[in-house]
């Protein structure tokens, strides 16, 4: 919808409506574009203003309308009526102008923004390109190289650089609407032939052939098999040969091509996943909206290694002050040298003053006595961890919240120490912690929803996407990594090499295969768990590795490699070879081809010829059954957490939704039937067996994502 005001006698105001961010739904385009017919019908008005109420410009085409039957006026017609109209058309831009809201304001003729205002084209990160004239209008305004970076990155810019790249004409730290309007009476006899942007000539580079080159490749290099970045760049390549018509029929071909694609659709359902994450729920019915989280003034963080140091620098450059302990002299002080590094750096790189004085280092766990908040980070060991637990609730107020970084250990074990459990919830972060933006908030079964809401709120203030999720071994990202790990290993042992099934699965998308993340964290760190599991031992009437424990099948192989001191990067040696230790480049390593043959050999394996299909469906399918069992457990909530934390914590590509959408777009029948095929062939391998909620959904007729909940309510409720 959209509202229409006459202003100084002269002036039509069109405000869109359409709470929370002014989408272009059919209703707002209607609005438009009566309401434009009427202003420029009636004789007293000379110029209109177009803006957003609530101080919101506009967020762009309704997404929501994607999925559907589009309805309504469209939005080129509309913007070119805009850009043809004989009075002067002037935006104000308060807030937000994306995507379509900014291809609205190009095609008027003046751009008036607020200081404080937000401007991008970020379709790219929706799986589309600015199809509503943006990439063929932008480039015109802006110049190729600058509207390039905009329209393939997706990122929004701050109004001041926006007035640098001449993309709006004025900002103002006034009411922009009031200074649009007399903006528009100043220029209410100006000619606009001048003003139309579809008009103007491309300006390029002398260059711009070798431009389009470079930024193509590094385009498709980080794309991971994205296409619409690809689609951007030739959109603008099209502005940039082509003449104004024939560049939007381009564009109109290739929106036409990625408005239908499977990766649109995953992108899409991303976008709105992350956001449903935060209404999260807990079985006992608590929720986000009925649980109020209490303020965190002073967080502490207890030991400072890796973890301990990014957890310290993310709290700090949020604002927090921060108490960092370590009870080794040296360890803290090459802790504090390494965290003012860290905090120096990132400051650098924003342009801001490092938050050095907002943290206080101690060697006493007395030290965070007063802390609202503290975050253990020592190493992840269960009897050390509970002895943290045991002095943290001596010492601390009884309001303080405990949390664990643990990555997997019981939450509730931990809470048992203290005098208040409900206090307790794990806050798994991810390395670098002060980087990566996933955060699983635990709650055991002890932890009360204000633990929870404070945890979430906090993660969000610290920029992470939290999730809330519940206490299991692994909780839920290192519980589905378990099954994909271990298909890895067993197809090594069938014949694969590491490096086909790295190649394989970043084909897929990932950032990195399953050898080559495993070689960057660490081989020694899954092998001290596996130890504690009494799994890592060879079978004592023999000596020898079994390939079966604990009644399943098992493969020692990454247990051999840490027997022989390759741990991976760190040691220059692990599934690969590396020039040196600490180095990133990893090398076939024929010393781990011969021990996989050797391997084989003494255990009567005999290699046969492994495909991708099989790397793809033994792995992924794995991981997703478990995903499965997890919502079957109630463990996560929806389907939508387990792919946001796929695609933040482990690299998921993106443009394929999560691991749950996937299985989603291959169909729950396809993945059944293959599960079922493999776990037939390998019975010794549970993880492969379907499970009951995936069975039960096939039975209901493999519904859209979007109503699996339903379903599992049922099947949980029928346990
Ligand atoms: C920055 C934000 C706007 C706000 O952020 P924040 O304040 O943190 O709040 P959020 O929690 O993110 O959002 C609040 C709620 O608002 C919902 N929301 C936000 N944006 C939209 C939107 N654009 N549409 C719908 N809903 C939106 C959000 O979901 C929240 O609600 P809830 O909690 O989920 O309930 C931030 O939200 C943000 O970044 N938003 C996205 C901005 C964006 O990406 N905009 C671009 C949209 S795409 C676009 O504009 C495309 C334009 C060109 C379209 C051309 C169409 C032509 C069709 C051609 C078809 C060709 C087919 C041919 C076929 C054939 O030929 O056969």
Redesign the pocket.
Known sequence: MAQYTRVSGSVGLITLQSP??N??SAAVRQGIVDLMQRALSEPEVKSVVICGQNGIFC??????EFGGQ?SGP???PMIHAIEAASKPVVAAIEG?A????L?LALGCHYRIAHSKARVGL??V??G?L???G?SQRLPRLIGVPAALDLITTGRHVTAAEALKFGLVDQITDHNTVNVAVKFAQRVADQPLDARRISTYPCLCPSDVAVLFEEVMQRVRRTARGAIAPIACVQAVRAAATLPYNQGMEREREL??TL??SGQARALQYF??AQ??VGRWSMPSGARWDTSKPRPVHKAAVIGLGTMGRGITVALAQAGFSVVAVETQEKQLMEAKQKISGMLERGAKRRGVAPALDKINYGRNIQSVADADLVIEAVFEDMALKKKVFQQLSAVCKPSTFLCSNTSGLDIDQLACQTRNPELVVGMHFFAPAHVMKLLEVVYGPKSSPLAVATAMQLGKKIGKVSVAVGNCRGFVGNRMLKPYLEQALFLLEEGATPEFVDQVLEEFGFAMGVFRMSDLSGLDVGWKVRMADGLAMPDPTTGQPTRLRQGRRYSPLGDLLCEQGRFGQKTGRGWYQYDKPGSQVAKPDPWLHSFLDEYRARHALVAHRIDHQEVLERCLYSMINEGFRILEDGIAAGPEDIDVIYVFGYSWPRHRGGPMFYAATVGLNKVLERLEHYYQAHPDVPSLQPCHLLRKLVASGSPPIQKWREVIKKVRSQL
Do not use: N
């Open positions: 929370p961010v989408a272009l967020g762009g085409a309704d997404i929501k589009m469209p939005l080129i937000i994306l995507g379509g809201g291809e970020p379709e990160t929706l589309l600015p199809g509503a943006g929106m036409a408005f239908t976008f709105f956001r449903a």
